[in-house]
């Protein structure tokens, strides 16, 4: 896992190598902030140094994460590879190509501005290629940095555009190509699905082709799983084995991360996360008896598949076995045993924008110590977005009301 984001850029190299690439662009965060490990960067080097002795030079410009690499900074780039100014657009010309490319880098780490705005006119009689590190129109879990617009890239008259910063590959538009390539490796759990580079084809000035490529190492897939029929916990964790033996064939050759989320009835659903442990553990042991090393169960979260509360909740004088009470999630309920309070307490909270911003200020300091990419995707996490806390509340309530009413007597 750790080497994985490093072997899909040996990949890459050796795709450049096996297509007879003309050149090579990278389109921004190469390097991940502020890192000072050199390791880092003589391995960079010495790859791209694969593609200069075989004669494909490597255009680049700097992201939002390498603007800020000390890195990048100090350590000198061989002479294939030529790195696009950040004071203003620069032209690259490739005359044995017959292209222009027009960059600029990031100056710093967060940039407003619309760079393409002052990008230079198209170069006449040449294949105009845009590389541009931006969120375009914005992009959800994406800083919004060096704004524009599809139809401001349309505009400008070149042939292609080559963005960089959004991890999911995306076609924004094919006249001209405005691609997003995405990122080489999915880096966590919320980085899905194939990863790798766009090989474009251009004969007599025009594209051809445009190809996605995948280059992934390790291949992240959320695997949900519907076991809303089990009748038990065992039931519900076994419908896990043929979603699991999908992800492996689907991931043809790669190893399998995948969180797993399993929806199951409300009494199972309780049963489970009563006993969260147990059955995370026999989750990973069927990944196990599915593919071995091949699959690597990164979490498992349980959900309920009904909209409303069905929890075991014990009433003073009562029994815990065997309680049960039907309710919908936004009705209060009345009891004043400890547990109703608790409940009561959290569905308050929810509905209580206030409260939630002051249980967002809370996680201030956990926000600083995340990474700088953890809220991106959709499954980011957002801790001072009222959705999420909200979501989290849930979580919470399903958790602890069915760690507290179950029948173990350890647990009550």
Not at 78 to 84: A, K, L, S, Y
Not at 274 to 288: E, M, P
Not at 386 to 397: F, H, S, Y
Request: glycine fraction near 8%; charge should be negative; proline fraction near 5%.
């Amino acid at each position: 896992m750790r080497g994985a984001t490093r072997r899909a850029f040996e990949n890459l190299v050796d795709l450049c190598l096996t297509e007879d690439a003309a050149f090579l662009l990278l389109a921004g965060d190469i390097f991940d902030g502020d890192w000072r490990d050199y390791g880092t960067g003589l391995f960079f080097v010495a790859q791209i140094a694969r593609l200069g002795q075989a004669g494909i030079p490597t255009i680049l410009v700097r992201g939002n994460h390498d603007a800020a690499s000390h890195v990048t900074r100090v350590l000198a780039l061989p002479d294939h590879v030529h790195e696009m100014g950040s004071r203003h657009a620069d032209t690259k010309i490739l005359e044995a190509h017959g292209v222009a490319i027009h960059g600029r880098s990031f100056p710093t780490r967060a940039v407003t501005d619309d760079l393409a705005v002052d990008y230079p006119q198209p170069v006449r009689g040449l294949f105009n290629i845009g590389l541009l590190h931006t969120s375009v129109e914005g992009r959800v879990g994406h800083e919004p940095y060096a704004p524009c617009s599809v139809a401001g890239l349309t505009a400008k008259g070149y042939d292609y555009w080559a963005l960089g910063h959004v991890h999911a590959r995306e076609v924004l538009a094919t006249e001209p190509w405005i691609v997003f390539p995405g990122n080489l490796q999915g880096r966590h759990a919320r980085e899905t699905g194939p990863k790798g580079a766009t090989v474009v084809t251009v004969n007599d000035g025009r594209v051809e082709t445009v190809e996605a490529r995948p280059l992934d190492v390790v291949r992240w897939m959320t695997c949900d799983v519907d076991a809303s029929d089990a009748a038990s916990p065992d039931d519900a964790v076994d419908t896990a084995r043929a979603i699991l033996e999908s992800a492996v064939v689907a991931a043809d050759g790669r190893l399998v991360a995948a969180p797993i989320t399993l929806r199951a009835g409300a009494a199972v659903h309780r049963a489970l996360v009563a006993d969260a442990d147990r059955w995370t553990q026999q989750v990973r042991a069927i990944g196990l008896d599915v593919a071995g090393d091949s699959l690597w169960v990164e979490r498992v979260r349980f959900q309920s598949v009904t909209t409303g509360v069905e929890n075991g909740i014990a009433r003073p004088g009562r029994p815990v076995k065997g309680a049960r009470i039907h309710r919908p999630a936004e009705t209060p309920l009345v009891d004043e045993d400890a547990v109703a309070q608790f409940v009561n307490a959290l569905r308050a909270l929810r509905t209580d924008d206030a409260q939630l911003a002051m249980l967002g200020d809370e996680f201030a300091d956990l926000r600083r110590k995340l990474p700088s990419d953890a809220d991106e995707g959709e499954d980011g996490v957002r801790l001072a977005d009222p959705g999420t806390l909200r979501r989290l509340l849930d979580e919470v309530e399903s958790l602890v009301v069915g760690r507290l009413t179950s029948p173990r007597g350890d647990l009550v």
